[in-house]
């Protein structure tokens, strides 16, 4: 064999032994060897997984609870344990996350539960948290003609954000799927382990 | 690569300047040798269900230790844990160990893995059950009225005494669990009893080690 | 190119002119859209910057929030202009001198049409939120097979010219094959991958890690380091030195770099092992990258003292090795599980990957520019003023805004540490840092429009001079020589 077929059988080699280490062996171990207790995520929350990762959200937030030992994560209350691999084995969109300007969102689900906090929070995020960096999402939410009494679901704004008088406001399709898909982030159950948070 | 060589030769022999720098060579060593003995200290025996990342000496109040542990050699004795209380430590060792099969809340999951919590075996005689975590169970087994038959690995290479004591200590005591501590000396004599078996356990084999209390309830 | 001799290097004077008609044409076709690229990604950058200024500015508007100009501008960097330059480098290591056989202009126009149409498509994707956010494997499915496409035309025939030319060639060669084989390899094998329904869980999260660090280090990286090796020879009149320690240090790169991404997981729901392969990797790669490094300031030393007038090439590749130093180092250290239980998730890692990406492999492949034009062009640079005045905005802004961030991220790191700080106070607290760092990024765009510009400036003039004045390439050439009797 020459020298240049060598290198190239040889580079061939390293890259493979990389793609072999780190994704092959992990899909084969770590992926879904079995079904999970609750089934595979359906419906509204799979379609906001691809709103959260498609909006980049996972450009600010992270999805990973780390050990007492690496972190402040579990003091903090973003989730009772570390993460494992079980509570991803479903998930086709897994935004560990690569930056923190916002809190983890592994188990957002476990500390907010009420949906309209989070269509005020993605409509103005400044009336949540003043002074906050994270951006409107206005644009997930439409602007409807007030017919009667407001849709249940219709965001009470003042002031700058008030709509004009006969309109509402109301969350859009992907809002809504993505308020489901962050509803559902229960990775890691508050209280499973009996410590509080 | 036959090119190259004499090439080399040349430049080498009209410059007598480029020898490698010694300071080069030392930080090229040491830090060669740190990696090798990173992966080594923190490989977890390449097992798929080692997670637990507190042999990891993070954090700045700890530094000094890490310094120490970087200059000693590879697989050095194990760090002992902090004087926290064993519920602690074993918590911690049981969710970063056992809950990817047992699941975090101990009920493991129907049909795969046996529960924990309300397990004879668990509330049982601590020699049997220090046994199996040691050397791991393998083949049917009846835990809660219900059968299984799996494989559990074996953690005497993973785990310390200490924290094998703490996590059955945890074990015993948790999800209304109520049976006595486990104490170090108790895993540490087990694992002295059983080094000449290599194999997972089978059920009728580490039976055979209960002590007084045996066959209470197992069957 | 460590052995380069004189001799060799001969040829590029004499068919400087000749080889300018040949060459011209795939070089302008691959590096005119690069240099677009490169102010679209700086554009969007900038942008991303100013919406930490005022999260309100253009806030109405979803295709440009945040999360999708922050991976678009990174994408477009990467995407547009690196592998652009990377296949350059690659081009002119085969073609160094002679003319291009008909069969590699063609491919040469094919590839540089194919990726920019699948390129164009990918980002708008992004931008109009068709990405599945996996970092460097963002771009939407419906632009891979083009971009793929285009990769693999000319991939190939330069992998295969360089195999053929083998004997000619050494160390950058090697690095220009490892940059040419491992993109298409992981690009195609992540990309079947993610569009496999079965591959899910937490191994799309180290399939993801495997990527980005490969891209950055045995992809990107590979290319800039065979940059190093081939612009050397050029600047200094002299090689690379310890030829053998950097074949140890190619072995280790091409290796480590497809381990370390596991490194970013620390804390992750990963096993101990792969994390801990991932920090020894890192460690293992800054070891190669100053291997590399201390035979490039040894043959500096040797080689800097003769030179007279400013040379932009070795300036920036001076700078760019200066950063990869410090990168490496950088990545291997913030890798440990000490410091990376305040680092991680920090800007301090993002301070890290900008100087990766804009100090290293930005300033190199400039580097590269500023040798390759004149040569394929038949022209010198029209304005070393302008040329001194992109290298200063770069090289300053790029300082500025890797030290902004990385103080900022030291002040996050403490914060996020202290489980009784809100976070909501710990990135009030970093906003200063953010916000500042729009000067620098302004610095960059501005740095990147002076060199756009000179490069107009470099083609126009040399396009009028090449149907009229023939003589003034051949001076140009003459005036090439001087560097290297």
């Known amino acids: 064999m020459t020298e240049p077929k060598r290198v190239l059988l040889g580079i061939l080699l390293a890259t493979g032994v990389g793609w072999l280490l780190l994704v092959w062996m992990p899909l084969r171990k770590l992926g879904p060897i079995r079904p999970s207790a609750d ?36 003091a903090r209350g973003w989730g009772a344990r570390r993460s494992l691999p079980v509570e991803y084995q479903e998930e086709h969109i897994v935004p560990l996350g690569v930056l923190r300007l916002g809190p983890d969102l592994a188990d957002v689900g476990e500390r907010r539960t009420e949906p309209h906090w989070y269509y005020r929070l993605l409509y103005d995020p400044r009336t949540v948290y003043p002074g906050t960096v994270m951006p409107s999402y206005r644009y997930l939410f439409s602007r409807v003609p007030l017919l009667g009494s407001p849709l249940p679901d219709a965001l009470s704004l003042s002031g700058r954000d008030a709509p004009p008088p006969g309109f509402q406001v109301v969350p859009g399709p992907k809002a809504r799927a993505l308020v489901a ?4 982030l229960k990775r890691v159950p508050l209280g499973e382990t009996g410590k509080t948070p | 690569m036959n090119r190259e060589e004499p090439q080399e030769r040349v430049v080498q022999g009209t410059t007598s300047e480029e020898r490698l720098p010694c300071l080069f060579l030392v930080f090229a060593t040491v830090i060669v040798l740190f990696a090798v003995a990173f992966f080594l200290r923190y490989s977890g025996g390449w097992r798929w269900d080692v997670y637990d990342a507190s042999g990891y000496l993070a954090g700045l109040p700890r530094s000094s230790a890490s310094v120490a542990a970087t200059t000693a050699p590879a697989g050095g004795p194990a760090q002992k844990p902090s004087a926290a209380s064993p519920i602690e430590v074993g918590q911690d060792v049981y969710q970063a160990n056992c809950a990817a099969c047992h699941q975090p809340t101990g009920q493991g999951m129907s049909g795969q893995f046996p529960p924990v919590a309300g397990s004879d075996w668990v509330n049982g005689d601590p020699r049997v059950l220090a046994a199996m975590v040691l050397g791991g169970l393998q083949g049917p087994v009846r835990v809660a009225g219900a059968e299984y038959n799996g494989m559990m690995p074996a953690w005497k290479t993973v785990l310390s005494d200490a924290k094998i004591a703490a996590v059955l200590t945890f074990l015993r005591q948790a999800w209304g669990n109520r049976s006595s501590a486990v104490e170090e000396e108790q895993v540490k004599s087990v694992r002295a009893e059983t080094t000449s078996h290599a194999a997972p356990w089978k059920v009728e084999e580490v039976e055979t080690l209960a002590g007084k209390s045996a066959g209470k309830e197992a069957k | 190119m460590a052995n380069m001799s004189e001799s060799e290097e001969a040829p590029v004077m004499t068919a400087a002119s000749e080889a300018g008609s040949s060459l011209r044409g795939p070089f302008l076709w691959l590096l005119g859209p690069a240099t677009v690229w490169l102010w679209v990604a700086t554009i969007l950058a900038l942008l991303g910057s100013l919406k930490l200024v005022d999260p309100r500015f253009l806030g109405a508007w979803g295709w440009l929030t945040f999360g999708r100009i922050s991976p678009a501008a990174f994408l477009s960097f990467v995407y547009g202009f690196g592998v652009p330059v990377g296949l350059s480098a690659a081009l002119w290591a085969v073609t160094k001198g002679g003319r291009l ?28 939120g068709e990405s599945r956010s996996l970092s460097w494997l963002g771009l939407p499915t419906f632009s891979l097979p083009s971009l793929g496409l285009a990769y693999l035309l000319s991939a190939g025939w330069l992998v295969a010219a360089l195999v053929s030319q083998w004997e000619k060639t050494s160390l950058a060669s090697r690095f220009l094959l490892l940059g040419l084989v491992w993109i298409p390899w992981a690009g195609g094998a992540a990309a079947l991958m993610l569009h496999d329904p079965a591959v899910r869980g937490v191994a799309v999260g180290s399939l993801e890690w495997w990527f980005n660090d490969g891209l950055l280090y045995a992809g990107l990286g590979a290319f800039a380091l065979g940059i190093v090796y081939l612009l050397v020879p050029v600047s200094l009149g002299r090689p690379v030195a310890f030829s053998g320690l950097g074949r140890i240090a190619f072995w280790a790169w091409a290796l480590f770099a497809n381990l370390a991404g596991t490194a970013h997981l620390v804390g992750g729901p990963f096993p101990l092992w792969m994390v801990s392969l991932g920090v020894s990797s890192r460690f293992l790669l800054w070891v190669a990258a100053v291997a590399v490094g201390v035979g490039f300031w040894v043959a500096a030393r040797g080689g800097a003292a003769e030179k007279g007038d400013w040379d932009p090439s070795w300036h920036f590749l001076r700078f760019g090795m200066s950063s990869l130093l410090v990168a490496a180092g950088l990545g291997a250290l913030l890798a440990l599980p000490a410091w990376s239980r305040y680092v991680h998730y920090t800007v301090l890692e993002e301070a890290q990957l900008i100087l990766f990406l804009y100090g290293f492999l930005g300033m190199t492949f400039f580097s590269l520019l500023y040798t390759l034009l004149p040569r394929v062009l038949g022209r010198p640079w029209p304005s070393p003023t302008l040329a001194k005045a992109h290298f200063l905005l770069s090289s300053y802004g790029i300082s500025f805004l890797v030290g902004l961030l990385a103080a900022g991220g030291l002040f996050q790191g403490v914060g996020l540490d202290d489980p009784d700080l809100p976070i909501h106070e710990v990135i009030v607290s970093l906003l200063p840092f953010l916000r500042s760092a729009a000067a620098p990024a302004t610095a960059l765009l501005a740095a990147h429009a002076v060199f756009g510009l000179h490069l107009l400036w470099l083609v126009v003039e040399s396009g009028s001079s090449r149907r009229v004045e023939e003589e003034a390439a051949l001076a140009g050439s003459a005036r090439e020589g001087v560097r290297t009797p």
């Not at chain 1, 898909?181 to 559902?184: A, E, G, K, T, V």
């Not at chain 3, 056989?101 to 109009?128: D, E, H, K, Y």
């Open chain 1, 181 to 184: 898909y962050l509803l559902s």
């Open chain 3, 101 to 128: 056989p008909l069969l590699g202009r063609r491919w040469c126009l094919a590839t540089s049409f194919l990726w920019n149409v699948g390129l164009w498509g990918g980002i708008t994707g992004v931008l109009a």
């Open chain 1, 39 to 74: 089934g595979a995520p359906f419906g509204r929350a799979v379609i906001g997984g691809k709103v959260y990762a498609a909006n980049g959200c996972a450009s600010c937030h992270t999805q990973v609870i780390r050990p007492p030992n690496l972190g402040s994560d579990i």
